[in-house]
């Protein structure tokens, strides 16, 4: 196990509602990135968080937002919950600013919206 | 443009037998770093091995082996002795050298499931 874990393991919510996911990144692991993967497809990056500040984003609306906290674990919130946001949500820790190091990724968490 | 293909959607393999998972990549960075990793069904990305763009041996990691062929720009991961534990999709990624505003983010794959038969 990488000791990446994730909260909570699956959520049900329905169009247009508010979800935060939570992620506890590995001991020693400064770094946390948020990938979104839908059915069928590879992980697609969302953003990354470096000592609390956003280091990244890729190409997702800003109804997409994290936060990452003193002791390096991160919330990633979802606005106006869409159909096509359902999803298994993957958090990943490494170390340092420029990720150089290998990301270790936790458990997932799958959204479903309804 | 896709930076990683997987060009195998699935693979049927006896166990014991070796199995080669095909990964091309494409990108005009000389500085990047090729990963393997392995999503059994719960949906955790298990990584298995790393590839530097620099470096000379190809990289190793028990029964995992990674086959680097940098003019063809190809990374294909070599499963020896396959096991029933190995069914799972495979994906390869490729984080590039250069900074995306700030962030080194993993591009992957479509992957390629996995199926070891006994």
């Known amino acids: 196990e990488t000791g990446v874990t994730q909260s909570p393991t699956h959520l049900i919510k329905t169009r247009g509602q508010q979800v935060t996911l939570r992620c506890s990144s590995q001991s020693g692991h400064n770094t946390v990135s948020w990938y979104q993967q839908a059915l069928g497809q590879g992980p697609q990056f969302i953003f990354q968080?470096?000592?609390?500040?956003?280091?990244g984003r890729g190409n997702f609306p800003p109804r997409f937002s994290g936060l990452q906290f003193p002791n390096y674990s991160s919330e990633l919130n979802v606005n106006a919950l869409e159909l096509d946001d359902s999803a298994l949500y993957l958090c990943a820790s490494s170390w340092g600013k420029d990720g150089t190091d290998t990301q270790y990724f936790g458990p997932g968490t799958r959204l479903t919206v309804l | 443009a896709q930076k990683i293909t997987q060009t195998q959607p699935g693979m049927f393999v006896q166990e014991k037998e070796a199995v080669t998972l095909d990964c091309t990549y494409d990108?005009?960075?000389?500085?990047?770093?090729l990963f393997w990793y392995k999503q059994p069904s719960s949906g955790e990305m298990i990584f298995l091995i790393y590839?530097?763009?620099?470096?000379?041996q190809n990289a190793t990691e028990g029964r995992y082996s990674l086959n680097f062929q940098k003019a063809r720009k190809s990374a294909n991961l070599v499963i020896s002795a396959s096991q029933l534990g190995d069914s799972a999709m495979y994906f390869c990624a490729m984080r590039e050298g250069r900074l995306i505003q700030g962030a080194q983010k993993l591009v992957f794959g479509q992957g390629t499931r996995l199926t070891i038969n006994p």
């Open positions: 590839q530097g763009s620099y470096d000379q």
């Open positions: 968080y470096y000592r609390e500040e956003e280091n």
């Open positions: 990108t005009s960075d000389p500085s990047y770093g």
